[in-house]
């Protein structure tokens, strides 16, 4: 879910801003830059929720995109980011908050760029620098004492976020409209910062997806046995 980082645009003299600063590199963090997905807002509010103790947050999400523009030939040591900072060639050029702050951010209209373990840190990715601390204790402390579907459906989101393996845990649970009748995301239009909570309607069927229809053409049997064979509700 790396965002588009190439879409990043600083300025060499202070008012037009149309030079990419942050080039294509396997150094920035989540390499490939994805162009069509998004997390929602609740996998920073909820999922990842103990930003403190828990380094999946960290381990997990892009925090800081490096200025690398001498990879493109251009030659300035310094540009001119937001606010008129100036950020030389190796620095942070967008940097992530990891909660929202207290007076949220007000954003021009239209302006904006595009594992490690549950307790043990080595290393923090927000800042690039070296953090060991051993929190099991804290992390051990906040685990309930009795163990439910939700817990663990909750600690497998934050340990295999991103990996396909959600809708799957849901649907075998049976707790797909339960857990994801609704969410909240800002829309798709570069610079859409506003948030909008979407429902939708998860009925029974849902939980079955139809056989491809390809599939049962092919197959030997007649045309009220075809009908017949689709999955309730397709």
């Known amino acids: 879910m790396t965002c588009n980082y190439t879409n990043v645009r600083s300025s060499a003299n202070g008012t037009d801003f149309n030079v990419s600063s942050v080039q294509r590199d396997a150094v920035q963090w989540g390499g490939r830059p994805w162009t069509r997905m ?15 103790n828990d380094s999946r947050f960290d381990g997990t999400f892009a925090h800081v995109f490096y200025g690398n523009w001498k990879k493109a030939g251009r030659t300035e040591e310094t540009l001119i980011n937001a606010n008129g900072l100036p950020v030389k060639n190796g620095e942070a050029v967008l940097t992530f908050l990891e909660t929202e702050p207290e ?21 923090k990715n927000n800042g690039n620098y070296e953090l060991v601390a051993d929190r099991s204790a804290a992390m051990t402390a906040a685990t309930p004492a009795t163990i439910d579907i939700n817990y663990i459906l909750a600690e497998r989101s934050r340990e295999l976020f991103g990996e396909g393996h959600r809708w799957y845990d849901l649907v075998r649970t049976q707790k797909w409209a339960e857990l994801a009748a609704s969410y909240t995301i800002c829309g798709s239009a570069a610079g859409d910062h506003t ?7 998860i009925e029974k069927h849902h939980y079955l997806r139809p056989i491809p229809q390809g599939q049962i053409d092919g197959m030997t049997m007649s045309e009220e046995e075809k009908a017949a064979y689709q999955n309730p509700g397709y």
Request: negative net charge.
């Open 195 to 201: 948030p909008v909570v979407y429902t939708r309607t």
């Open 103 to 123: 007076i949220p951010v007000t954003y021009p209209t239209g302006a904006g760029p595009s594992n490690v373990g549950a307790d043990k840190w080595r290393w």
């Open 38 to 52: 998004a997390p929602t807002i609740e996998a920073y509010t909820e999922t990842f929720d103990d930003k403190v």
